[in-house]
């Protein structure tokens, strides 16, 4: 079926590990977006593309990278893990040029930092 | 400021009886969508309706409603004869085409719905 991709669901790191959260779509999205959910705060974006070889930071950048360097493929790396990414992350793709299309939404990973 | 504002952390409703989630919003641009979305204990992000800043009726489907009030700044989601099911996490969302079709998530509403 047609969606968003997102590997792995559970994930376990240990405090200075690396790791890349993979998300992959197969709709033609221009737009791509990671989010981190942690209680009470909702959604905030961590990075986001509107193609491929184009990214740009959004609110709570610190500490991940992104490249995009094709269209599918959206990974979220994150580059020495800290309790403070203790956190459910979402990837979610959309058309860049249609401001009535919504997102379509990964099922999610859910990461423990310790 | 905040582009999107939901007051009601959490809302309590008795099953088959309506209930609306509050929503404002901030912008000042003319062409803006609406979204809300309702996220379940299982965690997943699912889209309920889309209301556009040009549409001059409210967005309909099935026992989800969006009362939109343009001058107000606000699109409450009216979720009619509840249910078990609805019971959830619940966003309201907006795409500005100002800032190149961003999205802006509010904090969210947590609905219980009572048997």
């Known amino acids: 079926n047609a969606g968003v991709t997102q590997t792995p669901k559970f994930q376990v790191l240990k405090t200075g590990q690396s790791m890349t959260l993979q998300c992959a779509q197969d709709m033609n999205h221009e737009y791509m977006s990671w989010y981190r959910q942690d209680p009470g705060m909702g959604l905030r974006l961590i990075h986001y593309?509107?193609?491929?070889?184009?990214?740009d930071q959004g609110e709570v950048p610190n500490g991940y990278n992104v490249s995009r360097s094709t269209t599918e493929d959206f990974p979220l790396r994150l580059l020495s893990a800290a309790p403070s990414q203790t956190s459910v992350y979402f990837c979610a793709s959309s058309y860049w040029d249609r401001g009535d299309y919504g997102y379509t939404f990964g099922s999610g990973t859910r990461l423990t930092v310790v | 400021a905040q582009k999107i504002t939901q007051t009601q952390p959490g809302m309590f409703v008795q099953e088959k009886e309506a209930v609306t989630l509050d929503c404002t919003y901030d912008?000042?641009?003319?062409?803006?969508?609406l979204f809300w979305y309702k996220q379940p204990s299982s965690g997943e992000m699912i889209f309920l309706i889309y209301?556009?800043?040009?549409?001059?009726q409210n967005a309909t489907e099935g026992r989800y409603s969006l009362n939109f009030q343009k001058a107000r700044k606000s699109a409450n989601l009216v979720i009619s004869a509840s249910q078990l099911g609805d019971s959830a996490m619940y966003f309201c969302?907006?795409?500005?085409?100002?800032?190149?079709?961003?999205?802006?998530f509010g904090t969210g509403t947590s609905l219980t719905v009572i048997p």
């Open positions: 969302a907006m795409r500005e085409v100002l800032t190149g079709n961003q999205f802006y």
């Open positions: 912008t000042s641009d003319p062409s803006y969508g």
């Open positions: 593309s509107v193609g491929a070889g184009i990214t």
């Open positions: 209301q556009g800043s040009y549409d001059q």
